[in-house]
């Protein structure tokens, strides 16, 4: 079993920043990729970014070049760094882990509004 647990959103201006954490416990050695989906009010999750254990990252177009993932401590932790943010981007946040199973974390509300 793996443990998820996402940290850091809020509100932010338009144009602003924040950065979203997710640490991972339990068996961490079974986890091949990490990544972030997102859910706004009334629509579909969506993914967001992934990263591998080897340190590939791949992004949605919607987020390529605002958005950087990254991992510290292997796949303890994930941060997304978010700049540039848009009212579009407001939503719930969610870690996902692919292993033996897929994870998720219970997510982060992230609001971009002046």
């Known amino acids: 079993q793996v443990q998820l647990v996402e940290s850091g959103g809020g509100l932010v201006q338009p144009g602003g920043s924040l950065r979203l954490s997710c640490a991972a416990s339990g068996r961490i050695d079974s986890i091949s990729a990490m990544g972030w989906y997102r859910q706004a009010p009334g629509k579909q999750r969506e993914w967001v970014a992934r990263?591998?254990?080897?340190?590939?990252?791949n992004y949605a177009d919607s987020v390529k070049g605002r958005f950087t993932i990254s991992r510290l401590n292997a796949m303890n932790t994930v941060v997304l760094q978010m700049n540039s943010l848009k009212p579009e981007d407001t939503a719930v946040y969610y870690c996902n882990a692919e292993g033996t199973a897929e994870y998720w974390g219970r997510g982060t509300q992230v609001t971009v509004s002046s």
């Open positions: 990263i591998t254990r080897a340190g590939r990252t």
